[in-house]
Nanobody, 120 residues
Framework: QEQLVESGGGLVQAGGSLRLSCAASGRTFSNYFMAWFRQAPGKEREFVGGISWSALMTYYADSVKGRFIISRDDAKGTVYLRLTSLKPEDTAVYYC?????????????WGQGTQVTVSS
């Protein structure tokens, strides 16, 4: 079993909403910086949002700011990404990632990804 497992993706119409979940297994990530990335076909993987331990700080790409919300529930060992006001250009595979060192550019763990498809 993977250390991080995403779920919640699917097909949604433009303007709709989804909630993605990233469940941890085998260890706690409560003291890790957690992030969501996405990758569309033919495109580079891009940062979507991140959240520090204890949710003291959050970060968002400009393209999703105001529409996506990252959160974490460490008691459940789960990180969430709420996607609202979805646009066709949000279509991508969404990945969860974790890093122990928030100051590092390298992530220590990655999930397998979950597909989000937004129709027009």
């Amino acid at each position: 079993q993977e250390q991080l497992v995403e779920s919640g993706g699917g097909l949604v119409q433009a303007g709709g909403s989804l909630r993605l979940s990233c469940a941890a297994s085998g260890r706690t990530f409560s003291n890790y910086f957690m992030a969501w990335f996405r990758q569309a076909p033919g495109k580079e993987r891009e940062f979507v949002g991140g959240i520090s331990w204890s949710a003291l700080m959050t970060y968002y790409a400009d393209s999703v700011k105001g529409r996506f919300i990252i959160s974490r529930d460490d008691a459940k060992g789960t990180v969430y990404l709420r996607l609202t006001s979805l646009k066709p250009e949000d279509t991508a595979v969404y990945y969860c990632a974790a890093k122990r060192d928030a100051g590092s550019s390298r992530y220590d763990y990655w999930g397998q990804g979950t597909q989000v498809t937004v129709s027009s």
